[in-house]
């Protein structure tokens, strides 16, 4: 089976730091994906993940390890833009190796 | 601009009639895939092609849904008799091939609302 869970909402303040976890369960694995969705817009692409360790580009990083089926996407400096749902996403080899399994996402409020 | 694009933004259908929605991908781009998504979920895979051939479909896809991408450009998805259930944000995602970190760029999607 597939199970992807990340939290459903969180809030953080403006200038702090916020980590959104996912743990997943998928029949097999070959990356993970965080996209970023602001309401009533695309998904847009944030990180990739395929290789256990940390991926840092600019405000965001995301985490892996593989042996734990878990990620983390790192948010600094947040600001009030960044107020968006974040999907964290799994290449499942075992559903034809290249559609993505999404979780529900994870609803980031940014207050002042 | 050169992303995915989708064609209509918005559709308002009675229960029982036919749609169809477009789908033009970013132009190099040999996958596009499929998704519906629900509000407070994730996107939820439909069926990808890899050039013109459809690749693989999901059991979620019941067979009033087909879909098509001739020539191996733009796709089209039609879903025969609407039902109420299938009102949702239809999304369409293309990448430039199925290794390493090809990640999906997204059009803007189209929400569909059956009556």
């Known amino acids: 089976g597939q199970n992807i869970d990340q939290p459903t909402e969180m809030t953080a303040t403006e200038g702090a730091i916020v980590q959104i976890n996912c743990t997943y369960q998928?029949?097999?694995?070959?990356?993970l994906f965080w996209y970023q969705q602001h309401a009533g817009e695309a998904p847009t692409f944030l990180s990739y993940?395929?290789?256990?360790g940390l991926e840092e580009k600019g405000r965001f990083s995301s985490f892996l390890s593989r042996s734990k089926g878990y990620s983390y996407l790192l948010l600094k400096e947040l600001q009030m833009k960044d107020s968006a749902s974040y999907l964290c996403?799994?290449?499942?080899?075992?559903?034809?190796?290249?559609?993505?399994?999404f979780g529900k996402g994870t609803r980031l409020s940014v207050i002042a | 601009d050169t992303g995915v694009s989708q064609d209509p933004r918005h559709k308002i259908t009675k229960r029982g009639q036919n749609v169809t929605f477009r789908c033009d991908p970013i132009?190099?781009?040999?996958?596009l895939y499929w998704y519906r998504q629900t509000l407070g979920q994730g996107p939820e895979f439909l069926t990808y092609f890899q050039n013109e051939a459809q690749l693989e479909k999901s059991r979620l896809l019941s067979d009033r849904f087909s879909a098509e991408r001739p020539k191996g450009s733009f796709s089209t998805l039609e879903i025969q008799r609407t039902e109420q259930g299938d009102s949702a944000m239809y999304l369409c995602a293309s990448s430039h091939g199925a290794g390493g970190g090809n990640e999906q760029f997204f059009g803007p999607g189209t929400r569909l609302t059956v009556l």
């Open positions: 996403a799994v290449r499942d080899l075992g559903s034809g190796n290249t559609p993505l399994v």
């Open positions: 993940n395929v290789l256990d």
């Open positions: 998928t029949s097999g694995f070959n990356g």
């Open positions: 132009s190099e781009h040999n996958r």
